[in-house]
């Protein structure tokens, strides 16, 4: 069965580093998002994006954070400099058209 | 404004009991989806259900059943006989597809299953 994957599974980095969180969505989806849960707390929403272009953002995807597809394949979430308050489980997702979205397993990023 | 909230926030059981989620939603769109996710403690997101604000249908999938009542805009979840691998928290979210796809979840409820 098809699935979402990411990597790293953890991500520890130093504040002010850039990191880049990489997903691999189902290959015949064609939208894409971005998701983030600080420890205990509930998913947020950051960011989706089709067709090449973010569709919509949130409060929080500010412009430390960006999204690129560089391939075919992947899609990539990258905080340009982290903060403390970046430390969450980040979570990838994806979507054919007019169904429900499908998550990968999630990169927890450790910001110290 | 677009809202979802699981007033439960822990609810343990023992296997074999039924128990049943709760879940409210705010919108004024006429046109949304309702879901529910499952979070395991391995922590992963699986799809559970997918609802369409046209479809008020109760759906039952093996021990799993959702009620949709849109008239106290409520999409509740119940396992019946439930079973230890149940056990995980389990978030309710609204998408007020087709105007925006994001997903808005609710602060999710553990369900504990005890043997």
């Known amino acids: 069965e098809p699935e979402v994957t990411q990597t790293p599974s953890h991500q520890v980095t130093q504040m002010g580093q850039e990191v880049i969180l990489r997903c691999v969505p189902i290959?015949?989806?064609?939208?894409f998002y971005w998701y983030r849960q600080i420890l205990g707390q509930k998913v947020e929403f950051l960011v989706s994006f089709y067709n090449n272009e973010i569709s919509e953002k949130s409060e929080i995807f500010d412009d430390q954070f960006s999204v690129e597809r560089p391939d075919g394949s992947n899609f990539t979430l990258k905080i340009r400099s982290t903060k403390l308050e970046d430390s969450a489980m980040y979570f990838c997702?994806?979507?054919?058209?007019?169904?429900?979205?499908?998550f990968g397993p999630g990169t927890r990023l450790t910001v110290l | 404004a677009q809202k979802v909230t699981q007033a439960q926030t822990e609810i343990s059981v023992v296997e074999k009991e039924d128990v049943t989620l709760d879940c409210v939603y705010e919108?004024?769109?006429?046109?949304?989806?309702l879901f529910w996710y499952k979070q395991p403690p391995s922590g992963e997101l699986v799809f559970l259900i997918r609802r369409n604000s046209f479809d008020e249908q109760n759906e039952i999938s093996g021990r799993y059943s959702w009620n949709f009542q849109k008239s106290t805009s409520s999409f509740n979840f119940t396992i019946t006989a439930s079973q230890v691998v149940d056990s995980a928290v389990y978030f309710c979210?609204?998408?007020?597809?087709?105007?925006?796809?994001?997903?808005?979840f609710g602060t999710g409820t553990r369900l504990q299953v005890f043997p």
């Open positions: 997702a994806s979507k054919a058209e007019h169904n429900e979205q499908f």
């Open positions: 290959s015949n989806h064609l939208y």
């Open positions: 919108t004024r769109d006429t046109t949304y989806y």
């Open positions: 979210a609204l998408s007020e597809a087709p105007r925006t796809d994001k997903l808005i």
